[in-house]
């Protein structure tokens, strides 16, 4: 067994090897995020390659920009792990991991021998990580769903668009956020992994990460029952908050707080409004959004984008352009992060490929490894299994791997 303490010098997940056997984007994020911080991540596929690869094809591999998103910084194994020369491949990974992450159902964890009793047997001190929609209480315990349905249960996509059109946010937040908070608990499991030699079982599921981030509307219902509705971009909390045209485009413009409302109603020359009744604090201000956030489109409208923006910014008045995709990928600021790294992909060339969305001042962010293709790393990981050349042309030849 292999020490379970890094040294300082050593990236912090260094010698931490993770199997990936996620799907589409909640595991596998959850196992890009441990690889961001050094562990050694096996992104286990099936010998032709699982549907997620495929999904939005941009390379002439048929790699699709799902998969390019998030699995950058690993290596690719393909295996069929349902056969028994599979399983035999699966025992002796797992035999030298400390991860396993899955966003598979119970089921199909128990039929490849993933389900945390199985993986105890081979690996008393495993850690695995596993996603599913709703979680391993309740009566919908084992129903499949993706982002949408996690959005949709929580409340936030009837608060989201237009009376009658409720709306699905474009971003799979629920996706993400549960991944995001996989690998945190993931990495309190490695803490205790290293203090005292122990496993567990780590779960993670959409819903429950759909209800966090929903938790405000859903606690003032439960409490001042206020059957809010959908008003489309403006805020049930407070005014004038919207988005707006311009004479060239559209800006978002937040307004929260009274200071903030003091420095806008300055800025559109409405300094009355400062003191008068109807808008002393925000659910007064909500309260009269109409009047608010009318002056407030036109004063936008009147302005070109830069325009109204240098002058928002100025006052100190929070508020941003609504950026189409390549707007985004334009942007001076999101140039100058850095935090869209140009990685090089066979067949592609030069792709912008996230970073690491958060920095630590005494972990220096460890080099882009590009997304692996098919199988890219098969030969390699097998030999570090034991198997012989001969071995993997063999296995090859009857498509186990």
């Avoid at 237009?162 to 996706?175: F, R, S």
Wanted: proline fraction near 7%; aromatic fraction near 6%.
């Amino acid at each position: 067994m292999r020490s379970n303490v890094a040294s300082a010098r050593d990236p912090l997940l260094a010698g931490v090897r993770v199997l990936d056997f996620g799907r589409f984007v909640a595991g596998p994020y959850c196992a890009r995020l441990l690889a961001d911080l050094g562990a050694d991540v096996v992104r286990v596929e099936r010998v032709n390659g699982g549907e997620d690869r495929f999904t939005n094809p941009l390379a002439p591999d048929g790699s699709g920009a799902i998969f390019l998103h998030v699995n950058s910084n690993k290596r690719s194994l393909t295996l069929d792990a349902g056969s028994p020369d599979g399983s035999e491949i699966v025992r002796r990974l797992v035999g030298n991991a400390d991860v396993v992450v899955a966003n598979l159902p119970p089921r199909a964890l128990a039929s490849l021998s993933l389900d945390y009793d199985s993986l105890r047997r081979a690996k008393p001190d495993i850690i695995l990580t596993t996603i599913d929609t709703f979680g391993p209480l309740g009566p919908y315990s084992g129903r499949v769903g993706f982002d949408g349905v996690g959005q949709a249960m929580s409340g936030s996509v009837f608060l989201s668009g237009e009376q009658g059109h409720p709306t699905k946010a474009a971003a799979g937040w629920a996706d993400f956020g549960t991944a995001t908070l996989a690998a945190l608990s993931t990495l309190a499991a490695i803490m205790r992994w290293r203090e005292t030699g122990q496993g567990q079982h780590v779960q993670a599921a959409l819903l429950p990460t759909a209800l966090t981030f929903s938790g405000v509307p859903l606690l003032e219902q439960a409490v001042a029952h206020s059957d809010r509705g959908p008003i489309g971009n403006q805020s049930h909390l407070a005014a004038p908050y919207d988005i707006c045209a311009t004479q060239d485009g559209w800006v978002i413009v937040q307004i929260i707080g009274s200071p903030i409302f003091r420095r806008w109603a300055t800025l559109v020359g409405e300094e009355d409004w400062i003191h008068d009744p109807r808008f002393q604090d925000d659910a007064s201000r909500a309260a009269n959004r109409a009047i608010l956030n009318t002056r407030l489109a036109n004063w936008c409208a009147a302005r070109s984008t830069d325009d109204a923006l240098d002058q928002l910014n100025s006052a100190r008045v929070p508020a941003g352009p609504v950026y189409s995709p390549q707007q985004a990928l334009d942007d001076p600021h999101v140039r100058a992060t850095g935090f869209l790294e140009s990685t090089q992909y066979p067949g592609l060339g030069a792709i912008p490929l996230t970073s690491t969305p958060f920095s630590m001042s005494e972990e220096p962010r460890l080099p882009r490894l590009r997304p692996p293709t098919l199988g890219e790393h098969t030969d390699v990981i097998l030999t570090e299994l034991g198997y012989t050349t001969n071995d993997i042309e063999d296995l090859r030849r009857r498509r186990v791997v």
